[in-house]
C-alpha cells in the first residue's frame, strides 16, 4: 500500500479554514484515501474517505486532484474542539488495513 | 459509532505477570485488530484476525499473542508483561469491504511496573 506523508504539526486559530495535505505518490488505481481524526486519550475515528475529485459531508471537505498523488482534508471555521491528531491513510479494502501504517499524523493544535 | 468495548480500560501491573486484554464487538465485524499507542510512534499493529481462529502477525507481534474463538471476541494476551509493553492498546475492527474503514475502541491504558 502506498505510504502517505503529512505535515507533523499545524496551529490555527479559531474560526479559520485548515487545509492538511497529504502526499501519496505510489497510489494504485483502486485505492481509496481515509481521514481518521483522534482526540486524547481516545481512539481514532473516521472523518471522510474519497477516491477522486472532492467529496463533503458534515465534518469536512476532502479535495483530490485528477492525478490523485495528493489530497487535502479542509476542516472549516475549526474550533478548539478540532484540536487533534488527524492521519492520512491509503488503502484499498478487502481485508488490507493489516497493511496499513498510521504513522504519527498531523497535530493540529487550535487556540482562540 | 460502532459497538466495540474494550475491558479493562485501565490496569496495572507488575512485571512477568500474564495480562489479557479483551476486545468485543457487536457489528459482526470480520476483520478485527489490537494497536499499540506511545508517544512519538503512532499506532502500531500488534496482531490481526480475518475470521474465526485466524490470526496473524503484525509489525510489533513479539510478546503478544492473540486468539478468536467467537466473531465479536478478540483477546489480546501478555505472556509475561514487562515495562516495555506499558503503552494504550485500541482494538478496531472493519468489514473487509471495499473501500473499507477501521472503527476504534476507547482504548485500555496498561502500565507494567
Known amino acids: 500500500l502506498a505510504k502517505t506523508t503529512q505535515p507533523i504539526s499545524m496551529d490555527s486559530y479559531e474560526g479559520q479554514e485548515v487545509n492538511i495535505t497529504c502526499s501519496h505518490n505510489n497510489i494504485a488505481t483502486n485505492d481509496y484515501i481515509t481521514w481518521y481524526q483522534q482526540f486524547p486519550s481516545q481512539g481514532p475515528r473516521f472523518i471522510i474517505q474519497?477516491?477522486?475529485t472532492k467529496v463533503t459531508n458534515e465534518v469536512a471537505s476532502l479535495f483530490i486532484p485528477a492525478d490523485r498523488k495528493s489530497s487535502t482534508l479542509s476542516l472549516p471555521r475549526v474550533s478548539l474542539s478540532d484540536t487533534a491528531v488527524y492521519y492520512c491513510?491509503?488503502?484499498?479494502?478487502?481485508?488490507?488495513?493489516?497493511?496499513?501504517?498510521f504513522g504519527t499524523g498531523t497535530r493540529l493544535q487550535v487556540t482562540l | 459509532d460502532a459497538g466495540i468495548t474494550q475491558s479493562p480500560r485501565h490496569k496495572v501491573t507488575e512485571t512477568g505477570t500474564p495480562v489479557t486484554l479483551r476486545c468485543h464487538q457487536t457489528?459482526?465485524?470480520?476483520?478485527m485488530y489490537w494497536y499499540r499507542q506511545d508517544p512519538g510512534h503512532g499506532l502500531r499493529l500488534i496482531h490481526y484476525s480475518y475470521g474465526v481462529k485466524d490470526t496473524d502477525k503484525g509489525e510489533v507481534s513479539d510478546g503478544y499473542s492473540v486468539s478468536r474463538s467467537k466473531t465479536e471476541d478478540f483477546l489480546l494476551t501478555l505472556e509475561s508483561a514487562t515495562s516495555s509493553q506499558t503503552s494504550v492498546y485500541f482494538c478496531a475492527t472493519s468489514s473487509g469491504g471495499a473501500p473499507d474503514t477501521q472503527y476504534f475502541g476507547p482504548g485500555t491504558r496498561l502500565t507494567v511496573l
Open positions: 491513510l491509503v488503502d484499498r479494502g478487502g481485508g488490507t488495513a493489516s497493511k496499513l501504517t
Open positions: 457489528e459482526n465485524h470480520r476483520y
Open positions: 474519497g477516491y477522486k
